[in-house]
């Protein structure tokens, strides 16, 4: 119960801090970012930064990151994330994918904002990460 009552938290933090903004790149062209407080993924560019600090992502990192962005704050099942890298959900699939979850873990480790948290029995969510207590 306290874990459902923390996601409906995170959908609400995730609409007020997070946005799907439009600009321009100094080619003049025009391109996507998603921005969720201090995390900013460059759609066009396939970049991430976290604090301003760039962030070194694979292309199936970049890949997750994206799709758990554009889901903040709610788990999306381990089948769907599986399903855009693979035809199928296998043993092996569902392995290599909690790997993936792992490294990109670490890599947003930085983050202050966000964290990348298992879902029990649900999947895998970009969760808005509490206020430290000062």
Known sequence: MA???RLFASRAQARHFGRIESDRAATGRAGQQIVLRDLRIELQEMRVLVGGQPLDLTLQEFEL????AQNAGRPV?????????WDELTPRHARHLSVLVARLRAKLA??????????????????FRAAEPT
């Not at 930085?110 to 969760?127: C, D, P, W």
Request: proline share 3%; no cysteine; hydrophobic share 40%.
């Open 3 to 5: 874990q459902e009552s």
């Open 65 to 68: 990151l994206v799709l758990l």
């Open 77 to 85: 099942p381990q089948r769907e994330l599986a399903l855009t890298f």
């Open 110 to 127: 930085g983050s202050k904002a966000y964290q990348v948290e298992t879902v029990r029995k649900r999947g895998y969510g970009l969760m």
